[in-house]
């Protein structure tokens, strides 16, 4: 198993600035991705960030605006940046190894993020 | 594209008692991987029970079961002897390859 810890649990910030999350894995692992969840919603996958290389962008996220960083197996940061009211979300991170193909994905607690 | 349906946004359920919660999804693969994640207040999301599509069998953990029917693309949850600690948010993922899907999510409450 895989203990995700996420920083910060929550923050208030002014819209126009940026945010960066950072997530905590105790183990290694091979994939790990940011999710974003609007209060009482679904989760929508924002990225999957990849070990030494550019992260992987869903339709509707674009790096500009979600840069992320992955320098090694265990840790992985999101930004949010030039924030406005309607990036207020809690955002997951999720990592998973393969130990077979019904691998289980493990979740951080989120970071609540509301921005004025 | 893959999508996941959760008919049910609420449900509720008397303690002890039994609650099947509802997922149908679409895909035209044949080998995919479907879970039920549950999500307290906490936010914390917990893996419940997992099911790969090339079993037959439902997967069973504990008080919580599968009704996995391939065919139709359902996979419904049953929780029995339900307790308050089972109160929470619960997602239906659907994966192929790298990729899960979740659904809108079921809210469940167990009154006492």
């Known amino acids: 198993s895989a203990v995700i810890s996420q920083k910060p649990s929550r923050d208030i910030c002014q819209r126009g600035t940026s945010l960066t999350i950072q997530c905590q894995v105790d183990s290694q692992v091979t994939m790990m991705f940011w999710y974003r969840q609007q209060p009482g919603q679904s989760l929508t996958l924002i990225a999957t960030a990849n070990q030494g290389s550019e992260a992987t962008y869903e339709s509707g996220f674009v790096i500009d605006k979600f840069p992320i960083s992955r320098p090694n197996l265990t840790f992985s940061t999101l930004t949010v940046s030039n924030m406005s009211p309607e990036d207020s979300s809690i955002y997951l991170c999720?990592?998973?190894?393969?130990?077979?193909?019904?691998?289980?994905?493990?979740f951080g607690p989120g970071t609540r993020l509301t921005v004025t | 594209a893959q999508t996941v349906t959760q008919s049910q946004p609420e449900m509720s359920v008397q303690e002890a008692e039994t609650v099947t919660l509802s997922c149908t999804y679409d895909?035209?693969?044949?080998?995919?991987?479907l879970f039920w994640y549950k999500q307290p207040p906490s936010r914390q999301m917990i893996l419940v029970i997992r099911?790969?599509?090339?079993?037959?069998q439902n997967a069973t953990e504990n008080r919580f079961s599968v009704n996995f029917q391939k065919a139709a693309k359902s996979f419904s949850l049953k929780i029995s002897d339900s307790q308050l600690g089972d109160a929470a948010m619960y997602f239906c993922a659907y994966r192929f390859n790298n990729d899960m899907r979740f659904g809108a999510g079921t809210r469940l409450t167990v009154k006492p």
């Open positions: 895909t035209s693969e044949s080998d995919y991987y």
């Open positions: 999720s990592a998973a190894s393969r130990g077979g193909p019904a691998y289980e994905q493990y």
């Open positions: 099911q790969e599509a090339y079993k037959q």
